[in-house]
């Protein structure tokens, strides 16, 4: 079975929206309190506290705009946080108990047949069957619920 990597949002791009800089839809970032400390922060792949500063905005973890490039709402720690470096399932995969997982080619496109939702138990085994697939680049982890992005999981190094 293929070795997994969790990956946060790169600390660039975080550090570029905290200081104003620009959403995917060309917005700045809205700063809120989290509440009821469900709000998952794709930096440090922690949930954020309750009533915590925390930035809503629209992100596409893509590298250009296509067919297959979803946008949609994002949480990130208002405040500096540390990247997720850690091993295993990153919290933020523990506050729900099931998730969409889709397997993705090299040119990011989404490989028909492999979206599916997972239990959270059988999410880091399903990614890595996923990317035993040669065609298979990476996997994105979203929301069973409300279909936002949470994470990507790409192979080990």
Not at 53 to 61: I, S, Y
Not at 82 to 97: F, H, Q, V, Y
């Amino acid at each position: 079975m293929a070795q997994i990597m969790f990956h946060p949002l790169s600390t660039e791009i975080v550090t570029h929206l905290r200081h104003g800089g620009r959403d995917a839809y060309g917005c700045a970032p809205e700063h809120v309190l989290s509440n009821d400390g469900g709000n998952p922060c794709r930096h440090c792949l922690n949930l954020i506290p309750d009533k915590a500063g925390m930035l809503v905005l629209a992100h596409r973890p893509f590298d250009g705009l296509h067919p297959y490039a979803e946008t949609g709402p994002i949480f990130l720690c208002a405040d500096a946080c540390d990247p997720w470096t850690g091993t295993g399932l990153p919290p933020i995969l523990n506050a729900s108990p099931d998730y969409l997982l889709k397997g993705y080619t090299p040119d990011q496109r989404i490989r028909y047949g492999t979206g599916r939702i997972v239990g959270r138990e059988d999410l880091a085994a399903y990614a890595a069957t996923l990317l035993e697939r040669d065609e298979i680049s990476f996997v994105d982890v979203r929301s069973a619920r409300n279909n936002c992005f949470l994470t990507r999981i790409t192979r080990a190094a």
